[in-house]
C-alpha cells in the first residue's frame, strides 16, 4: 500500500500566486493533500491568480470554511454567478441550453421554497422503508459475490449497490437502474470528457431522460401518497409548477447528489480499513462502533473535495480582502484534515470522538439533504458486510478519479475473505 495514503509527506513546492491546487492531476496522482497542508500552515487563504478556473481562493482551515458556509448572505451559491464548484465552464458555455438549475445552485428565497418539497424524504418513516429495501438489497448484492477470488470492488459493489439505492429512493424501474447512473454522469458531463462527445449529445440525452421522467410522473399524478422523490417533486407545490428544465434539473441535483457521494465512501471505507487493519479489528469486536465508523469514514473519504461560492460584497476572511464577484473555493477535504479540529487526522479512528463534526456534508442552508439516507447505506453495508466476511482484503492500491470535485475511486482490486 503506498505510503502516501497513510501520512500525508511533506512538499517542496513553494506556494505562489499560480499554485492551483485544484489542478485535476494533482489528485489523480494523489498530490494535492501536501499542498494543503502547506497551505493550513502558511497560508490559509490562498489566492490564485492564474488557472484554467480564473482567479480563486483556496480556503483550507476549518473555522474558514464553516464562516464561509454559513455565511450565505455574502457568498452566494447562484448558478447565475457560477454555481457551486470551481469549474463553471458547463454554466458559462453559451451552446448549453441546459444550465443545472436547481436548488443547490441557488440563494434564498428559491432554494428554501424547493429544498422544502423534497425534505420530506427524510422523514423517520420514510428512513425506515428504504431502510428494508436497502438492507434485502445489500444482503442480496454480497451473497452474490465471489469469494476468494480477485475483482473490482468499485463497478461490482460501490457503482451496483449505489445504483440500486437511487433506483430506491425514486421507485424507478428496477431493470432500468443503469439509465440512472448514465444520465448522472451525463448531466456533469463536459463535452470531450469522454462521457459525451458533444453538447448536443449531451442534450440529446438529457431530453431522453426528461421524456423518460415524464412518463414515470404520469403514474404519480394519482399516488400522492406514494413516498418515493417523483411523487413528492410531483405533488410539492413548489416544484409541480416550476418549468421543465427547472424539474429536470432537480431531478439531475437529486440523481447525481447521491451518486458519487456515497459510491466513493463505500470504496473509501473497504481502502481506508486496509490501511488501517487495527480499525477494523475494532469494529468486528465491538460493531457498535458502526455508526461512528460510518461518520469517521466519510470525514476521512470527504466524497466532495470542494464547494464554491461567490461574494456578492466585499468581505475579510482570514486576513484576506475577498472582492464583491470573487471565486472561493471552500476545500472540505482540507478542513476534514485541520490538525486545530482533529487529532491525527490522516488516520482512520473509529472511535474517534469528534468524528460528526466533520465538513463532509457541509454546513448552513445547503447541508446536505441526502446524508441520512448516505449514511443509512453505509450503516447497512458495514452491518451486513461483517455478518459474511472476516476481511476484505485490497490486492493493490486503487485508481483515482481525475476531478477536484468529486474525491473518489475509478477501481479497487480485492478479494473477500469468509468468516
Ligand atoms: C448537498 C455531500 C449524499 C442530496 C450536499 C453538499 C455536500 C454533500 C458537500 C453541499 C453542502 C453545502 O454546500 O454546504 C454528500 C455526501 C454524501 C451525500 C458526502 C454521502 C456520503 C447524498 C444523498 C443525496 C444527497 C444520498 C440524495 C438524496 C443532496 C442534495 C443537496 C446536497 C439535494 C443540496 C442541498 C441544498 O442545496 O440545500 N451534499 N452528500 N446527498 N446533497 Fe448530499
Redesign the pocket.
Known sequence: MSQAFKQTPPTTRDLTPKTNVADPVLWENYEYLPIFAKMRAEDPVHYCAESPYGAYWSVTRYEDIMAV?TNHHVYS?DAHLGG?IIDDAIQNDPDNDFKAVN??AMDQPR?DEQ?KS?NG?TDPKNLEHFGKLIRQRTSDLLDSLPVGEEFDWVPTVSIELTTQ?LAT?FDFPFEDRHKLVRWSDVSTAEPGSGVVESQQQRIEELMEMAAYFADLQQSRKDKPDNID?LTMMTHHPAMANMPPEEFLGNLS??IV??ND??RN?MTGGVFGFNLFPDEFDKMVADPKLIDNAVAEI?RWQ???AH?RRTALEDAVLGGKQIRKGDKVVMW?VSGNRDTAIFDDPDRIIIDRKNARRHL????????????R???L??RILWEEILKRFSRIEAMGDPTLTKSNFVKGYTSLPVKLHRL
Do not use: K, W
Open positions: 458556509d451559491s457551486i436548488f443547490i432554494h429544498r423534497v424524504i439505492m429512493m422523490l441535483l437529486l447528489g447521491g457521494t456515497t465512501s466519510i470527504t466524497p466532495l464547494m472540505y463532509s456534508f457541509g454546513f448552513g442552508i445547503h447541508r446536505c439533504m441526502g446524508n439516507i448516505g449514511e447505506q453505509l
